[in-house]
Nanobody, 125 residues
Framework: VQLQASGGGLVQAGGSVRLSCAVS????????MGWFRQAPGKEREFVAA????????SYRDSVKGRFTIFRDTTKNTVYLEMNSLQPEDTAVYYC???????????????????WGQGTLVTVSS
């Protein structure tokens, strides 16, 4: 499995960005997809996750109502739509995949076997 993340860039506070994560390799409806981020000097943290079939969608409290994880099965791509961005959302964003992750572990960064290369989102005030 390979993940290719893209879509980052510089955006003003209040703006929007859509990140993409193209997946190559075998996936099934229960495959878990996650988005994480890491700001300078901080640990990688959970942002959003869901199963490929759309079940078990979960979000970090600070992004609920602003970010949406969704996928296009025809393109084997998972997206993170980010609206109302704030400077504190500035980070390198990573996508991750796990074919066998249990639901209770969707929100933890540890143990995901497959990661994209990261894409930088910078939100200016």
């Amino acid at each position: 499995v390979q993940l290719q993340a893209s879509g980052g860039g510089l955006v003003q506070a209040g703006g929007s960005v859509r990140l993409s994560c193209a997946v190559s390799g075998s996936i099934n409806s229960r495959t878990a997809m996650g988005w994480f981020r890491q700001a300078p000097g901080k640990e990688r943290e959970f942002v959003a996750a869901a199963r490929w079939n759309g079940d078990s969608a979960s979000y970090r409290d600070s992004v609920k109502g602003r970010f949406t994880i969704f996928r296009d099965t025809t393109k084997n791509t998972v997206y993170l739509e980010m609206n109302s961005l704030q400077p504190e959302d500035t980070a390198v964003y990573y996508c991750a995949l796990d074919r066998s992750r249990i639901t209770s572990e969707l929100t933890t960064a540890r143990g995901w076997p497959y990661w994209g290369q990261g894409t930088l989102v910078t939100v200016s005030s």
